[in-house]
């Protein structure tokens, strides 16, 4: 009995163990085994705390954490099946194991899995993860901002200081006014020049709009009017830009009262490092680059470009809308003063001449009335015109400024960044190439020492352009966003259009309605028939 006691109880503990292993949860995949380690379960719910499935970019970033090459992470990301939309639980276990592998030196593959027979799953270290919980991550590479809470940022005017100065050379001069700040100075064109060059070498990955020609010999009031409008359009999306919007740079042009501007303040920034060099973000730029960045990159642009070209269409639209506005204006005003100018025609009206009709006398005096119908209608025209530039076709100009400045910014990305990059790639590959040769040919072991230790300070100028590069990438993706929250003004614009023609033909209809029964008071022709359709022109009256 004894012995048959000692056996009951070595399978009671064996079925114990038997039952503990099936409680413990498995992969769901087929074609491996082993235990989920609690840490799996614990990154689980770190990066996905409300979900079944982890987001992609969660799970590169999560990659990247390892520390592993590129090339192995590129590998298990072609292992785990990440082209089904968001990963699975068990294909971030999958994943999770994989990097542990490749932490132990081993190649990742599918063979790992097939043919892993331990009772736990390696784990793997990925340091501190409390930086990918979706919440932070998400505010990391989404703006989250609307078009109206942009236009909250701040409110710039620019406008012309009445008098000129100068003693020889006459030059404009700008009051440019931040409601922001609650500051008024005055500004010359080439202090904006010098703003621009100095947010291009603080901000060379972000949105930076063109500035309007400077033009010096023959600049007309018409040409220093669209360069001032332009100066204000530049300057806003400037001051409501989200990461411009903080920098000292824009606080002192919008503040600083003293003289000298373009001088003085290229002198205190011209040594200021750009945002890359000084951004918290730079050191994991590639933790906040999701791995379909390059595709998405390439999408939107290529439908930036067709906005761009529509944008472009409707404006040119808009100004011969505003054109025709502005020459029915004029075409008024000159029927009108057409009719003065025969009101006031000298001649008198001889028997000889009129065989005693005085219709033409008669008509004079109605001519003197009715010319002032025609000045008013005159006059709501042009002020119809002016509602076209200033409510349609300057915002659209808005719009058009800030889609050529991303075009200009995916430029910069690609001959800037990309360049350095490539280059800094190539000179490595000399370096180790010289390396091998001189390895083979017997070179002295003070000559390989000395072009492994230069090779070794590429490798980190490398790492830094590769840092630099993803930190391009990741500003183009909340630029992107920029753009389009910037979209929002297009509808706006339509809307605006719609209300700006309903008001503009409503008011020249009322005048055409007053001028109808002065036009039949004053010109002595109620008795006439139209000869066209054989009608009095009054009839209706």
Same mark, same amino acid.
């Given at each position: ?27 769901? =995949? ?38 592993? #090459? ?15 939309? #968001? ?34 799953? $390696? ?37 012309? %200081? ?9 030059? %404009? ?18 202090? !904006? ?16 709009? @063109? ?11 018409? !040409? ?14 400037? /001051? ?28 205190? !920034? ?19 680059? $999701? ?82 119908? !025609?000045?008013?209608?005159?006059? @709501? ?33 690609? =001959? ?7 280059? /800094? ?44 590069? /993803? ?11 920029? %753009? ?36 039949? @008071? ?20």
């Amino acid at each position: 009995m004894h012995l048959l006691q000692k056996f009951h109880l070595w399978l009671s503990i064996q079925a114990s163990k038997i039952l503990q292993l099936q409680k413990q949860p498995r992969i769901a =995949k087929t074609d491996w085994a082993g235990s989920v380690p609690p840490y799996y379960r614990e990154v689980f719910n770190i990066i996905s705390p409300s979900s079944s499935n982890v987001s992609k970019e969660l799970f590169t970033k999560l990659l990247v954490k390892s520390g592993l #090459p590129s090339q192995t992470l590129s590998l298990i990301w072609e292992l785990v099946d990440t082209k089904q939309g #968001p990963l699975s639980r068990s294909s971030l276990y999958k994943g999770l194991a994989l990097v542990a592998w490749a932490q132990q030196g081993k190649q990742p593959s599918s063979k790992l899995l097939e043919n892993f027979s331990g009772e736990e799953l $390696p784990r793997p270290d990925l340091g501190d993860l409390s930086d990918l919980s979706p919440a932070v991550t998400t505010s990391l590479t989404q703006i989250g901002l609307r078009y109206p809470d942009i236009c909250q940022m701040d409110t710039i005017e620019v406008d012309l %200081v009445p008098e000129k100065k100068g003693l020889f050379l006459k030059h %404009v001069e700008y009051q440019v006014c931040s409601k922001r700040f609650g500051s008024l100075v005055r500004r010359r064109y080439n202090d !904006f020049v010098a703003l621009h060059e100095l947010l291009l070498g603080r901000f060379p990955y972000r949105l930076i709009p @063109k500035l309007p020609p400077k033009k010096m010999v023959g600049a007309d009031s018409h !040409f220093i009017e669209e360069r001032r409008k332009s100066l204000r359009r530049w300057l806003t999306l400037v /001051a409501r830009h989200p990461a411009l919007s903080g920098d000292p740079l824009l606080s002192f042009f919008l503040t600083y009262s003293g003289g000298d501007v373009q001088h003085k303040i290229r002198e205190i !920034f011209r040594r200021v490092p750009d945002e890359f060099t000084t951004s918290e973000l730079a050191a994991r730029a590639k933790e906040l680059v $999701p791995p379909e960045t390059h595709s998405e990159f390439a999408n939107s642009r290529d439908q930036i470009r067709i906005i761009l070209n529509g944008i472009s269409r409707l404006k040119q639209i808009a100004d011969v809308l505003a054109l025709r506005s502005h020459g029915y204006a004029a075409d008024m005003a000159e029927l009108g003063s057409q009719l003065t100018s025969l009101a006031n025609e000298p001649h008198g009206s001889s028997n000889w001449a009129t065989g005693g009709n005085s219709v033409w006398a008669d008509m004079k005096k109605g001519f003197h009335i009715i010319s002032k119908e !025609f000045g008013l209608l005159s006059s @709501k025209a042009m002020q119809q015109a002016i509602r076209e530039e200033d409510e349609v076709c300057e915002r659209l100009n808005l719009l058009l400024d800030i889609l050529v400045a991303h075009r200009e910014l995916c430029e910069r990305h690609e =001959k800037g960044v990309a360049q350095d990059h490539n280059k /800094a790639l190539a000179k490595m590959l000399s370096l180790k190439k010289r390396q091998m040769q001189g390895v083979i040919r017997g070179t002295d072991a003070e000559s390989v020492e000395q072009l492994e230790t230069k090779m070794m300070e590429q490798e980190s100028v490398i790492a830094n352009v590769e840092l630099r590069n /993803a930190f391009s990438l990741h500003c183009l993706h909340l630029e992107t966003q920029l %753009v389009h929250a910037h979209l929002e003004i297009l509808a706006a614009v339509l809307g605006t259009l719609v209300a700006v023609q309903i008001r503009g033909h409503s008011e020249m209809a009322d005048v055409w309605q007053l001028i109808q029964p002065t036009v039949a @008071k004053c010109l002595p022709d109620k008795n006439l028939q139209d000869p066209v359709n054989g009608t009095s022109p009054h009839a209706d009256k």
